[in-house]
């Protein structure tokens, strides 16, 4: 109930009153100030089982409104305690992301003017500093200009718009108009072991299927093998099939490898397939000249995505699409109801005709406001950091008896496992290991310093260290390494006294 | 360039330092509240040509980071000039959203989280926090317990879930795995001609193609024809086509009609075809005991959307899906990595199963403000005044004799059509009638006080007033209608003088 009789004539209708949303607003912001500041403080993993947190919220409703300060307060004492940190220096699991100061105000502005930018008359500032931005991140990534950009959600989203545009682009099929029912073609798209799951996703929705999708063996450093990949596609041309497109990676999930995109493009110009790039992850590390190779080949792609709501301090969600035939996008995605139509349509840029959504908030003030503050020297600086302590990290396990390093480190992310006396014993298939990384794994988690995630590579549990928060300092890094190596020490004695 | 020098050593590396984000986030929240108290004074509609606010800004980003504050500056400079305002009292375009105050905090607290909880593990209180806030929503707007629900980001994107979950069903293939390709069956979904483009947009991205769209004429009201569909689905079963899903609507775009969603539920039930429900702006409404009509029939659908972000005072994005189908979703969707296996995968919810996108924010924070802040009946007062605006509008224009109205008003939006002495003459499909409302809808929308948009309805162009923000008051729409009535005399004198 609603109890401040000089609000009772507001509070019946309209928006909260504009002393309130200062109010609660500058104690959010507080909170949030302070919550970065003590952020050291909080279990990375929060401590709850899966139903602790709904148990405490009511099932229904309120009937009358309730203030804003309890709920603010409910914030604090239901929620918080459930939510996992990934703002956390020691959240070094997945790929670690950041939303930074300037992109979280971006983010408050992007929702107070909480536009939809789906036509240019709609918003056009929205339009116009999209497109800015997205030349900005092309030209920070080091793609050519042929390369066209723009927003969506998340890199899943992303690549089903360049799946489709490659679809759209297979000769003697419409298929925006047909469909694929009766195409007569059975479509192959082609990924490798180490790609990932969101395109499969897209060949399920496409109307592809997962059947139509075909997975390239990855060499010693998990990159698409080249030549297997130039096989398969002859073999299937033969067997009747009508290869579409190639998903390439700069930057995979578990081993943040680089494919062979320079060799990949080749092939796919031979015969007329689409290359798309997920470069999600390693795109962004393109913004150093020292690691301007990953890019290599990726201007004879046809379209990449790479998301800067992943290394480049963006809150979620941004992801960019680039790519190099913007007419076949709208070709596939350009429907325009009557009420749709602008004035403008023969001289603006509608972003509606470029994808499924129709609505589209400014998502590009977060991410002009971070390229801006940071400028692109600090954004280098930032990831350069990151990278190199991923390297001291690399050489001490390297330098360590009982772990072993599964794969290389071009960006900031260290696939490992320990392997007792590993000179002495070949046990490393053994199931006993894995189990043995698992607990390892859980028993640096359960510090609530670390929170560090796993994968699987070449059928052995690997342990997972991924480095990216701009939180993170040298000493979280060091206290990650040193956590590792006391939870080793004990349960190392427990199995060499069991075993 | 960096000039505080005890900043410095923070600016070399790190996020901004917290008491400038406190400072920069007071700026912006003065801002806001500033703006949200004098929206008033802005023209609705930018007053700027096609790459005025492009030619602003820099074709580089910076080298070195700039200021927050003069980041800001830039922001009221050269944005804010360019801006549609969404939330001006007078935007009654398209569908009047609100980005309201409580939804406002919401989002900043999420952007500050930045959590993905893609993962119940990733984020155990946003997984639990969405499933009550969808229980909550499914209750308000009186769907049965046997309905599931989860956000996605947009309407289009709920919808080409539901109907890919609706695909899955068919019988005699398996999607997932084989596609459409050799399916060797051709898909038939079912709209009528007043169905929102995105479900069309869906259909090419599934695979289904404009050709295995079916469109079905509607009545005099805009309702989709019932008998028509029924027969429509019989003669498409003769002819070898395999029905599977009907899309109807409550709250169509043009008019806001409510498809008869009980016989076609009827219909659809006879066949075994999945009946997808569009509810995204008509759903709201049932919050209304005297609006649960609307909602009559869904209970036997499978599938229904509706977006808190058009009428529930909601910034973008969230979209609510409900689906009787949980199981089905998953099946089309479920696709797990080894990195993105849990201990919890058995016990707990993990909402990247069931959809594309794998990132998911904490989006049901602000909902949960919204749905606290203003309580059920307090969103329910709020609602039904506008629609009460409305109807005084339709009332007006019944009583004009140059105005007609050309579709019933269920919620709030108007449509309606000025013909000069409609009495006297049948000039209403004349182009000169077209061309004449054109330019009323200019001539209003050039005042900047109010923004009308328009729409097509049996080939005569139409006037279409929608309302629904939370901060229009009834001056707002009294001013609206003076404004048309002022440019219409002004119109029809120099009309009648021309003609």
């Known amino acids: 109930m609603k109890d401040k009789p000089e609000l009772n004539g507001i509070m019946e209708f309209g928006d909260m009153p504009a002393s309130e949303f200062r109010e609660s607003g500058r104690w959010a912001l507080d909170w949030l100030a302070d919550y970065f500041e003590n952020i050291d403080d909080f279990p990375v993993l929060p401590r709850v089982e899966p139903g602790d947190i709904s148990r405490m919220l009511p099932s229904d409703p309120p009937r009358e409104g309730e203030e804003m300060g309890e709920i603010l307060e409910d914030f604090t004492r ?227 995505v790479t998301n800067p709501h992943k290394w480049l301090f963006t809150p979620q969600e941004f992801s960019a699409l680039f790519c190099r035939h913007r007419d076949l996008l709208k070709r596939a995605f350009s429907l325009v109801p009557e ?45 350069r950091r990151v990278i190199g302590w991923a390297q001291e990290i690399a050489a001490k396990i390297d330098n360590h008896p009982d772990f072993v390093r599964i794969a290389p480190v071009p960006f900031s992310t260290i696939c490992f496992r320990a392997v007792p006396e590993k000179s002495e014993n070949d046990g490393d298939n053994s199931a006993t290991v894995d189990t043995l990384n698992q607990k390892l794994i859980h028993a640096v988690n359960r510090t609530g310093r670390v929170y560090l995630s796993h994968t699987r590579l070449n059928g052995k549990l690997a342990i997972r260290m991924a480095l990216g928060n701009i939180r993170t300092e040298k000493r979280h890094v060091e206290e990650a390494w040193n956590t590792l190596l006391e939870e080793w020490e004990s349960l190392k004695e427990e199995f060499m006294e069991a075993g």
């Not at 107070?112 to 030349?135: D, H, I």
């Not at 299927?209 to 075909?214: A, E, F, M, S």
């Not at 509606?352 to 692109?376: A, E, P, V």
Request: net charge negative; hydrophobic share 40%; with cysteine.
């Open 78 to 304: 239901i929620i918080l305690p459930g939510v996992t940190h990934w703002n956390h220096p020691g959240f070094m699991s997945y790929f670690s992301i950041t939303g930074s100061g300037p992109g979280i105000l971006g983010e408050l502005l992007c929702a107070g003017l909480n536009v939809n930018a789906m036509l240019w008359k709609t918003c056009p500032s929205s339009t116009e500093l999209e497109q800015t931005v997205m030349e900005w991140l092309r030209k920070l990534i080091g793609l050519p200009e042929s390369f066209w950009g723009l927003s969506y959600d998340t890199a899943s989203v992303s690549t089903m718009h360049a799946i489709a545009a490659a679809r759209e682009m297979v000769p003697g099929i419409d298929v925006r108009r047909q469909g694929l029912c009766n195409s007569g073609k059975r479509l192959r798209l082609y990924i490798s072991d180490q790609t990932h799951s969101s395109i499969e996703k897209s060949a399920i929705i496409l109307g592809i299927g997962l059947d139509g999708v075909r997975t390239i063996s990855s060499d010693e450093d998990f990159r698409m093998e080249a030549p297997a990949l130039a096989e398969a596609i002859k073999d299937d041309i033969r067997e009747g099939w009508t290869p579409f497109c190639v998903v390439a990676t700069v930057g995979t999930t578990s081993t943040t490898s680089v494919d062979p995109v320079d060799d990949i493009a080749d092939i796919c110009r031979e015969h007329g397939i689409w290359l798309h790039v997920d470069a999600a992850y390693g795109g962004m590390g393109a913004v150093l000249p020292e690691l301007k190779w990953v890019m290599k080949g990726c201007e004879k792609a046809d379209s990449l």
């Open 339 to 383: 009420y749709l139509k602008t004035d403008q349509d023969q001289v603006a840029l509608n972003y509606m005709d470029y994808g499924i959504q129709l609505g589209r908030r400014m998502r590009s003030l977060k991410l002009w406001f971070i390229m801006r503050y940071f400028g692109t020297s600090g954004i280098q600086r930032r990831i």
